[in-house]
């Protein structure tokens, strides 16, 4: 995994200079430790900072095909290289290296602008044609890779981070408030939006391409989809199961590929546990695995994670976070995120990867993307119990069900069954429109809103039920109610905060590269044309994984009701009611005031309510830490614009085992 940016000068744009982009990679450096590597022509220089996991010794970048006309800075892995060399070479294609991005440059000479739907992997490429005078930036298929763009003074600026971007003066450091507000409703910014004014973010799936006279045009290679809903499918469950399995196993056996030790995290649910008993089954060991433990017991997975580790004999290590060690190292955290966070999730899984790093591991396999994939978020249950309801609204038992949902939460909707039925029995005669099962979190996390400066508030004005839909291909009227919203989370919450801020940022952070064999081109694809009741089966989720997961993995790890990984929030920031430092600094009302985003007023009352530990559930949690991070953010970034990250905390140390 790696850093890239770079800059391409249009007709009558001034020409770049190397020190220009020699800057925006020194402030990547982080995501490539391991070398740097410069193209330069009088209209386009290209970037890279190595992190060297494939063909070490000669894998090198920007790369050039055999005559040096199309040259090439890319971000990510190719999980089917082998295969595309190997078919490249017998269609006349000469390698220089044994690398994975080589194949890039002569998939374009063979497919142009084509050239991504061949391609397996996860990845963010910018490549020069010299010839054509012409840059194309693509990313992967779901958005784990990120790439920033921005066009100004016939220029084009890219680069892995915003941070990289905001090397060059020129460029203006700026909140895009609607941005903000969309953080504040699905808590990313759907694509090519950004919290950043002027920057755009490359959308997955597709490829953007700039002309020599700076024209952009977008195309889309990949999309979401899934089958009819009237389309019959008799497979039976054992059909579906034996064809999961062989996906999945193929997928594990492409991302286990590198040329260094590849090491696995067990969160302590199914789904990192499955990946364990492949990489096992495929590399005729156990990998090395780690685990995230926290002080606070109700956060706590250790049981389940230890059960995984002793069951396939793996070399174990763990961490455990006090709420601290969150406050501590929260700063840092927003930094390399680059975006408001509602939640302190990512700060832990920074702290994670730098003890990876430490163990001298640099790739990781997870689980992530299983509850999008195979439905295993409570968001789809609660959808389903939902929309059952809406077809007889007056039923006293229907909505019963909601009793079932979020047995790990106290202060759930559901946990109060008055206040469940008036929660969730909003906009019931609505059942039918796309994106209904996620209004309920949406409504909750736009709360955080009221806390802005009036005029702030007044000046963003979207609908987010419609954008909502907005955000589905043209044939989602086709699907089945569980397959929109599957595709909206995939479009939100997965591309937006889980892949971004919870994902990439915080393991490149410490040079580490996580892979999701879950989001696999084919085991996605595979997935979405499983019928929906292997998917979620009543209010069974990931019923067909579940069912996969039958004497290879422990059975108290397979049968556990399902627990989103979480972190402590606000309390994170309080030691006894006394707030750390920087947030009491954060929180003065002179400092709001001066900052002008929020009314100051509203949020000091927030501010004493959770240091006096009266937070209430998620809506107060996530407008304590999405302000704070905010804050954090304009510090940063528009105040500071944080070359240094000397301007953050230096990360605490955290126990291990």
């Known amino acids: 995994m790696c850093g890239i940016a770079g800059i391409v000068a249009f007709a009558g744009g001034k020409p770049p200079a190397a020190r220009e982009v020699d800057a925006m990679v020194r402030r990547i450096h982080h995501r490539g430790p391991d070398g740097e590597g410069r193209y330069l022509d009088n209209h386009c220089c290209l970037g890279h900072a190595r992190l060297s ?68 992997g996860q990845f963010a490429i910018a490549l020069w044609d010299k010839k054509r005078q012409k840059l194309i930036l693509t990313r992967d298929r779901v958005g784990i890779r ?30 895009d408030w609607n941005g903000v507000a969309r953080v504040f409703t699905y808590w ?16 997955p799936g597709c490829v953007v391409t700039f002309s020599a006279d700076g024209h952009q045009r977008q195309h889309r290679y990949w999309d979401w989809t899934f089958a009819p809903r009237t389309a019959p499918d008799e497979r039976s469950l054992e059909e579906c199961l034996a064809g999961l399995d062989e996906t999945l196993q193929a997928a594990v056996a492409r991302q286990v590929r590198s040329d260094v030790p590849v090491g696995a995290y ?14 096992t089954r495929i590399l005729d060991a156990p990998p090395p695995t780690f685990s995230l433990r926290f002080a606070d017991p109700a956060f706590d997975e250790g049981v389940y994670q230890r059960a995984v580790a002793e069951h396939y004999g793996t070399c174990h290590t763990e961490i455990t976070v006090t709420t601290g060690d969150i406050g501590h190292a929260f700063a840092r955290a927003v930094w390399h ?22 163990a001298g591991i640099k790739v990781v396999l997870t689980g992530e993307g299983a509850d999008e994939t195979l439905a295993g978020y409570d968001i789809f249950r ?15 038992g229907r909505p019963a069900l909601l009793g079932r949902l979020y047995p790990y939460l106290n202060t759930h909707p559901a946990a109060c069954a008055a206040y469940a039925q008036k929660f969730f029995g909003r906009d019931l005669e609505h059942a039918g429109y796309p994106g209904f099962g996620h209004w309920p979190r949406w409504q909750t996390t736009r709360r955080s809103l009221q806390f802005l400066h009036p005029d702030l508030r007044a000046a963003i004005n979207f609908d987010y039920m419609e954008e909502g839909r907005a955000l589905l291909p043209p044939d989602h009227a086709t699907w089945d109610a569980l397959c929109v919203d599957q595709c909206i989370e995939a479009r939100t919450l997965l591309s937006g905060y889980i892949l971004s801020s919870q994902g990439d940022r915080v393991a490149l952070a410490n040079g580490v590269e996580t ?11 595979f997935a979405n044309r499983l019928p929906s009741r292997y998917k979620l089966m009543g209010l069974k989720e990931k019923y067909i994984l579940k069912r996969l997961g039958r004497g290879r993995i422990p059975d108290s790890v397979r049968i556990r009701p399902k627990q989103p990984y979480r972190a402590p929030d606000s309390a994170s920031f309080f030691h006894k009611g006394i707030p750390d430092e920087n947030v009491a600094r954060a929180f003065d009302k002179k400092r709001l005031l001066e900052v002008g985003y929020f009314d100051a007023e509203a949020v000091c009352k927030l501010f004493n309510k959770c240091r006096l530990g009266k937070a209430i559930g998620f809506a107060d949690n996530m407008a304590f830490v999405g302000i704070y991070s905010t804050i954090l953010l304009h510090e940063q970034f528009v105040e500071r614009n944080a070359f240094e990250p000397c301007v953050v905390d230096e990360l605490p140390n955290v126990l291990t085992g």
Request: glycine letters at 8%; hydrophobic letters at 40%; aromatic letters at 10%.
């Open 53 to 120: 996991i494939i063909d070490i010794a000669g894998g090198g970048q920007p790369l050039a095909n055999e005559d040096r006309s199309v040259w090439v800075t890319f971000n990510g892995e190719i999980f089917n290289y082998i295969e595309l060399r190997r078919l490249l070479r017998k269609r006349g294609h000469a390698f220089s290296t044994h690398s994975d991005t080589e194949v890039i440059v002569h998939l374009y000479e063979e497919y142009g602008e084509d050239f991504p739907r061949h391609l397996n």
């Open 146 to 175: 990120p790439l920033f763009f921005h066009c100004g003074g016939g220029r084009l600026y890219f680069a892995s981070e915003v941070k990289a971007l905001f090397a060059c003066p020129e460029i203006p450091r700026a909140l």
């Open 188 to 203: 990313g910014v759907p694509e090519p939006g950004s919290v950043f004014a002027g920057v755009q973010s490359v959308c």
């Open 266 to 279: 067990v969160s302590g649910g199914i789904d990192s546990a499955i990946i364990v008993a492949y990489m």
């Open 337 to 358: 995120a680059e975006s408001p966070m509602l939640r302190t999730a990512p700060v832990p899984m920074m702290l994670l990867s730098r003890h990876v790093h430490e």
């Open 382 to 396: 609660e959808a389903r119990v939902r929309r059952f309801w809406a077809r007889l609204p007056q039923s006293r």
């Open 515 to 525: 892979r999701v064999p879950f989001l696999d081109t084919k085991v996605i694809e």
